[in-house]
């Protein structure tokens, strides 16, 4: 079992920045890919940035590449997410998910998941 909870969300303009944390307990963290989602109001629920266990590893969506970074600290429990020069659409709940292997961009996938922050970006 992986408890997550994510925090660092919250109002910012556009163009702003802001980092998103994933605290990890329960269980061997550094065992755990790990992932970013978000879900905006009447939309699916999509992959942003996704980790391998040790770090080596790293993707994200289209959307988000040269702006969004995921990065891990294994001693510390957690994952973050810098996100860069935030734009109006990238408005949504941001949530932190684990899985035991390989990292996927499809949340059926996944086998835990944080309780989500709201980030809001004002144009």
């Known amino acids: 079992q992986v408890q997550l909870v994510e925090s660092g969300g919250g109002l910012v303009q556009a163009g702003g920045s802001l980092r998103l944390s994933c605290a990890a307990s329960?269980?061997?963290?550094?065992?755990?890919?790990m992932a970013w989602f978000r879900q905006a109001p009447g939309k699916e629920r999509e992959f942003v940035a996704g980790?391998?266990?040790?770090?080596?590893?790293?993707y994200r969506a289209d959307s988000v590449k040269g702006r969004f970074t995921i990065s891990r600290d294994n001693a510390k429990n957690t994952v973050y997410l810098r996100m860069n020069s935030l734009k109006p659409e990238d408005t949504a709940v941001y949530y932190c998910?684990?899985?035991?292997?390989?990292?996927?961009?499809?949340?059926?996938?996944?086998?835990?998941w944080g309780q989500g922050t709201q980030v809001t970006v004002s144009s």
């Open positions: 998910a684990a899985r035991y292997t390989l990292i996927t961009r499809k949340p059926i996938e996944y086998d835990y």
């Open positions: 329960g269980s061997t963290f550094s065992s755990y890919g």
């Open positions: 980790i391998n266990w040790n770090g080596g590893s790293t």
